[in-house]
């Protein structure tokens, strides 16, 4: 049997091997001194390398790990995809299944604005984040902001935290992590978090890569060369690694483009913990169904599924925080109601995150540097929940429970050589396909989706190639390609050449 012509049985057992596949990591023998410094910059899109003067970024990248795109989780939020980025868990596992949510045991409500749920470990008790993981095996952290940072989780805060203040000059944060490093050695933190809100906030009021955007990545660029300058001046460069993250990225939204979820169901029968790309409902004086069956087929713009019937790619269907119904709006639409858009005059929102992971717009920026990296090094997207296994690796330590896995970055992690990917292209009739090849993953590239695969048969360059993550396959051998995605399935794709 040729390997493209998987049988549905073939199919499925090979979802089944990769939704388990979830094998030890090796511990590296890294030194004691080894620093992670992990950098959010919330916002910056996947495309965003290129928009201005970034010299710093390049930097990275080029004396790097220069990384396409990462792959985010539903929903692409700040909140639910920082706290997987430190926990290596699906917001459906970690918990943190909004930036807005309601929890149904403790009957209480969550959002960024409410100081007291926010530094409460109650919301963040589904996982274990990579500081609590490091400060559990004696090695120090310090967060200069960062989603979950400012809560005792699990029993365990970082040695040194500050409560968030978006208004912190960018400097201060700088030379604090500098003050970090200058620290006599059984002080010093060896894992530390950074966080930018700029970038973020000039997308969504104006639109992606539009100036203002460009001029607040500038910006960070500066302060971060300064960093880059300081660990170089200090002789530190070769024992630390930089991970530098968005949080997921950012589309054009516009006022022509809302649904109006109260012209189709009646709002005060139900609770909506969250709105906007995702809208999240409990069914509280109106059964789950007729919920559903108010809403599908509504709106030509607007999905709707019982939390039952999310797609398992998503991965988001099992927290008590997950509700009972989920609402997507395509891109670039959003889901509001006529009360809260009366007022719309009085905001000014041109850009917005939220939708599926898997849509190229809300891939984010990633780059990484350090001495277990060779320059020059490239690798196809990476997904964000197998970023956690990577940071006790980098600091000799343990990790803990997690959904990730270290295996995409492990042929890079002290490569002789630099490692670069393999790009197939398929004709699959309607659509092209582009399969860009690492040796141990894959990024898949289907119109304007990029998905991230394991690796589960053949060697990169080999005659027949077999990948799977869960809900989505794909193999190709010399005839052609297969691809399956949720409930879609092509076979017979034929190689371009
Ligand atoms: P989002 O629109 O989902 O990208 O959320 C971005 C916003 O999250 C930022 O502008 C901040 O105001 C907010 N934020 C980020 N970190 C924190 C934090 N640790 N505590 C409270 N709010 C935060
Ligand atoms: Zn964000
Ligand atoms: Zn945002």
Redesign the pocket.
Known sequence: MSKRKLSIWGLVALLLLVGCGNAPSPVGASSAERTVILISI??FRYDYFDLGNTPTLERIASQGLRVDSLHHVFPT???PT?YTVVTGRHPGHHGLVA?SMWDPDRDARFS??N?EA?EDGFWYEGGEPIWVTAENQSVKAATF??????ARIRGVRPSYWKV?D?DVAHEERIAQVLDWIDMPAEERPRLITL?F?TV??AG?RYGPREAPVQMALEEIDGQLGTLLDGLEARGVMDETTLILAS??GMARVDFDRYIMLDDYLDLSKVRVSDWGPATQIWATDMPVEDIVSALKGAHPKMRVWAKEDIPPRYQFGTHRRVPDVLVEADMGWMISNKPYMAGRSQFQLFG???WDPARIEMHGGITMMGPDFVAGSESPAIRSVDLYELMPHLLGITPSENDGTLAPFTPYLNAQDPIRYQTVRFDCGTDTVEARVAPMHMALHWENEVHVLDRIEGEINGPSQIFGATGLSFSFDEDGASVSIDDRFVADCVTIQ
Not at 145 to 150: L, Q, T
């Open positions: 919330d916002g939020k700040t909140f920082h930036n960024l604005g100081r926010v902001f960062w989603p979950g940072s400012e968030y978006g966080y809100s973020d906030s969504h949080d997921h917005m995150h939220g």
